[in-house]
C-alpha cells in the first residue's frame, strides 16, 4: 500500500480524533473535539490509496523561529510502515516554508526523533526576553516548552528534544 501526505482539511478532523483517541491521557494531552477543529490548519494528514486517514501531525508555531510537532499519531495497523516518517519529513518542509529554523518535540519516541535530526535538550533554548513573552500563552504545549510547573503532570517520563533547520 501506498502513503501520501497532505495539509488537513476540516473533514479529517474526526478521523484525527479517533487516530488520538487511545493514547490521549496517556501519550497525547486531550483536546476536545472544537480544539482540533480550531487548529485543523497546523495538521498534515497521511492517507493510505484508498483515502482513508491513517495519520496525523501538527506543527504549532511557538515564536518568530521556533515550532512544535505535535500529536504525531499512526495508526496502529500501518505502524512501522514509514508513515511516520513521512509525516515528520512533511512538517519539517512545512517549518523551513514558514521560515521556522528550530523545532521542538516533547516525545517518548526519542529514537525515532533522532533518526529525524532531533537531540535531546534540558534547558528552554530562549533568551529571558522572548521567555517574558511566550510565559503569557496559553497554549499547553507552549507550557510545557517553557518547562512550566503548571504542567508538568503531562511532561513527566517525557524528552524534550529540538532540530535545527
Known amino acids: 500500500m501506498t502513503y501520501s501526505i497532505r495539509p488537513a482539511r476540516a473533514d479529517d478532523v474526526r478521523a484525527i480524533a479517533a487516530l488520538r483517541a487511545p493514547m490521549e491521557g496517556e501519550v497525547l494531552l486531550h483536546h476536545d473535539l472544537v ?55 512533511a512538517l519539517v518542509e512545512k517549518a523551513r516554508g514558514l521560515g521556522i529554523k528550530r523545532i521542538f518535540c516533547l516525545t517518548f519516541e526519542v529514537s525515532f526523533f533522532e533518526k529525524h535530526g532531533f537531540a535531546t535538550i534540558s534547558d528552554v533554548p530562549v533568551d529571558e526576553d522572548t521567555f517574558a513573552e511566550m510565559v503569557r500563552s496559553n497554549d499547553d504545549g507552549v507550557a510545557e516548552f517553557l518547562d512550566l510547573a503548571r504542567v508538568k503532570q503531562n511532561t513527566l517520563g517525557n524528552t524534550r528534544m529540538l532540530r535545527l533547520l
Do not use: K
Open 35 to 89: 480544539a482540533l477543529f480550531e487548529r485543523v490548519q497546523e495538521f498534515m494528514v497521511a492517507v493510505d490509496s484508498e483515502g482513508r486517514v491513517v495519520g496525523a501531525g501538527g506543527l504549532h508555531i511557538m515564536w518568530e523561529d521556533l515550532a512544535e510537532i505535535r500529536s504525531l499519531i499512526v495508526d496502529s495497523s500501518v505502524r512501522g510502515r514509514g508513515v511516520g516518517n513521512l509525516l515528520v519529513s
